[in-house]
Nanobody
């Protein structure tokens, strides 16, 4: 079955950086677009970023554009999210998400999520 296991979250001061990872298994990862979404405290889900199957195309929410970078290593079945210049507004639980369709990397409400990794940005 599909498994998505996120790691790399933690606590960081504003302006700091973190790199999230998502180890994927149970589906043909190298042929599937992937996304990151986040659950903000007391708010809904926000789509953060998406990447196509071979990593040649990426998309970002306006709120993270220029600060976050999504990437993937298809030899390791792993998805990444490099987060720089972190702000308190980035505090959330971050989820790796497998869209329902392999060529979708915008927000997909039917996507499968991992268990999430918590990111806290605070001074």
């Amino acid at each position: 079955q599909v498994q998505l296991v996120e790691s790399g979250g933690g606590s960081v001061q504003p302006g700091g950086s973190l790199r999230l990872s998502c180890a994927a298994s149970g589906f043909p990862f190298s042929r599937w677009s992937m996304t990151w979404v986040r659950q903000l405290p007391g708010k809904g889900v926000e789509w953060v970023s998406g990447i196509n199957s071979d990593g040649t195309s990426t998309r970002y929410a306006d709120s993270v554009k220029g600060r976050f970078a999504i990437s993937r290593d298809n030899t390791k079945n792993t998805l990444y999210l490099q987060m720089n210049s972190l702000k308190s507004d980035d505090t959330a639980v971050y989820y790796c998400a497998k869209p329902r369709y392999s060529d979708t990397y915008n927000y997909d409400p039917a996507a499968l999520w991992g268990q999430g990794t918590r990111v806290t940005v605070s001074s």
